[in-house]
Structures are given as structure tokens and as C-alpha cells.
């Protein structure tokens, strides 16, 4: 089965680019957002303002690298301590749920996060690094929420 997913990533990668995966804002700021896959939502949180107040702001539209890859940036980051998770979840994927199901129940010894229904939810970072996204960072549930101002005003009380 991974093979197969592999081919039908490296066929989407093709058929479908996607340039922007995330954008860097203030490096001081304790927030970090998270669109999912809602590429429409990233771009409206380029504005210069707006990125005074948060970190990052990207996608996440896999289960397994694309959650190792926020592990490893909050552990690198680690003045970051709150995640907002919005934008529409990715369909077949359900990356936003795989996120929120490793935050509250870890991973098994076979590296796969617990209750996840995602197809392929098995990770390659270190147990010490997600215990530390674990006890660190709160997340924020916006899953399928789209609506820019009412993800602005959730940045605003965080």
C-alpha cells in the first residue's frame, strides 16, 4: 500500500503543483497557523500585518511527512506554543485529524498515531520530540473553518 501512495503522490506532484507550502512571519511570536489544505486561506495571511503576530502560517496535506515536518519545526521553534488548525481538511488524508489524534493520544511502537484514520499515519520523528509537541503546544481546532476574520479574531485571543 505505501508504494502505491507513494506513486500517487509523485502523480499528483505532477499533475497538480503547489508552489506555496508555508510562509514565515514574526520569528518572536508564539502562534503558528495552520491551513490545511486550503491554499486560498494561506495566501490571504500573506499580508504583511497579519504576520506581525504569528510565526508561520502553512499547509499540512499529509499525515506522515507533513505532520513530522511541524514536529520538528515546534521543536526547533519552540517559543511556539499555540497551533491554529483551520482551513479544509484534506480529503482521503484527514491530516488535520491525524494531527489533533498524535497531540492527544502519542504514537504506537510501530510509530503509527493512535485513533487516526488517515490511510498512512506513520511518522519517522523521535518519541522525545512529539512528547515535547505534546506537553508544549495547544492546538486549536478550526478544522473546515474558512471564514479569514473569524480565524483572525481566534489570533487576536490567543
Not at 482521503?92 to 498512512?120: A, E, T, V, Y
Not at 520523528?125 to 505534546?134: A, D, N
Request: charged share 20%.
Amino acid at each position: 500500500m505505501n508504494v502505491l501512495a507513494e506513486i500517487i503522490g509523485e502523480i499528483c506532484k505532477a499533475v497538480l503543483p503547489i508552489p506555496e507550502e508555508y510562509i514565515e512571519g514574526n520569528s518572536n511570536s508564539s502562534i503558528a497557523i495552520c491551513t490545511l489544505s486550503s491554499i486560498d486561506l494561506l495566501r490571504k495571511f500573506s499580508n504583511y500585518e497579519i504576520l506581525n503576530d504569528i510565526s508561520i502560517v502553512g499547509r499540512l496535506l499529509s499525515e506522515n511527512k507533513g505532520i513530522d515536518s511541524i514536529i520538528e519545526y515546534v521543536n526547533n521553534n519552540q517559543k511556539i506554543n499555540i497551533i491554529i488548525v483551520c482551513g479544509k481538511e484534506v480529503w482521503g488524508h484527514k491530516s488535520g485529524h491525524s494531527l489533533f489524534q498524535l497531540h492527544k493520544h502519542g504514537i504506537d511502537k510501530n510509530n503509527r498515531i493512535i485513533n487516526s484514520s488517515s490511510p498512512d499515519p506513520y511518522l519517522t520523528v523521535s518519541e522525545f520530540k512529539i512528547k515535547y509537541f505534546q506537553n508544549n503546544v495547544n492546538l486549536v481546532n478550526l478544522i473546515n473553518e474558512t471564514d479569514y476574520e473569524r480565524i483572525l479574531s481566534k489570533i487576536k485571543f490567543s
